[in-house]
């Protein structure tokens, strides 16, 4: 079955940094398109990066400059570099895939 396991959540202070990875596998991992969502309490799960098979990537505006995403098609991993971390940014981070979705990771930045 797909599954899509995410991990590197934590608790960071404002400014730090994150790397946030996503293993994926039940699907051939090299042609789809893998997207970040997150969920801060309270508030609705939003898009927060997307990048496609061929690399091409996009990012929400509030996170530009200071997130990136990738992948690696030969470990079926995405990975979310997260730097310059805000109190904001705080929330619930998902991997998702066609229509999957993984459990999610808390991250968590103290000011």
């Known amino acids: 079955q797909v599954q899509l396991v995410e991990s590197g959540g934590g608790l960071v202070q404002a400014g730090g940094s994150l790397r946030l990875d996503c293993a994926v596998s039940g699907i051939i991992f090299s042609i789809a398109s893998m997207h970040w969502y997150r969920q801060a309490p309270g508030k609705q799960r939003e898009l927060v990066a997307t990048i496609t098979s061929g690399g091409s990537t996009n990012y929400a505006d509030s996170v530009g400059g200071r997130f990136t995403i990738s992948r690696d098609n030969a470990k079926n991993t995405v990975y979310l570099q997260m730097n310059s971390l805000k109190p904001e940014d705080t929330a619930v981070y998902y991997c998702?895939?066609?229509?999957?979705w993984g459990k999610g990771t808390l991250v968590t930045v103290s000011s």
């Open positions: 998702k895939t066609w229509a999957y």
